[in-house]
């Protein structure tokens, strides 16, 4: 699989009862495919301009399918910052979660993501 990039998710791990603020782990991964983006696209339609597709290869990434969720953040690169809300990302072009499917078969293992 070719690799194209970097990647960061943000994955919510519940809620601080002190601070009532949602609770943030960031996930880094060096080799992903990333395919998509903000922008509208002839091709794909208006509703679907935005999407965008993640592969992560098992062999080039130590993945764990339970790091993953609907509604995780998605940040293409790789950022070392921490997160205490989801404002904090406000400089960055982020993306949503919106499905995940764990390709474990096969000559090519991966993790797909899609997201918005």
Not at 2 to 10: A, G, Q, V
Not at 89 to 100: A, D, F, G, M, P
Request: proline share 1%; charged share 20%.
């Amino acid at each position: 699989m070719i690799c194209n990039s970097k990647l960061t998710i943000y994955h919510q791990d519940g809620l601080d009862v002190a601070t009532h603020l949602e609770k943030w782990r960031r996930f880094n991964y060096d080799n992903v495919w990333f395919f998509g983006g903000k922008g509208a696209s002839l091709n794909k339609g208006y509703d679907n301009a935005n999407d965008v597709e993640i592969r992560l290869p098992y062999d080039l990434n130590e993945l764990d399918i339970n790091n993953f969720s609907i509604g995780d953040i998605i940040v293409q690169g790789e950022l070392t910052q921490d997160i205490a809300t989801q404002q904090d990302l406000k400089n960055y072009q982020v993306y949503n979660i919106t499905s995940i499917k764990n390709n474990n078969f096969g000559n090519s293992k991966h993790i797909h993501i899609g997201g918005k």
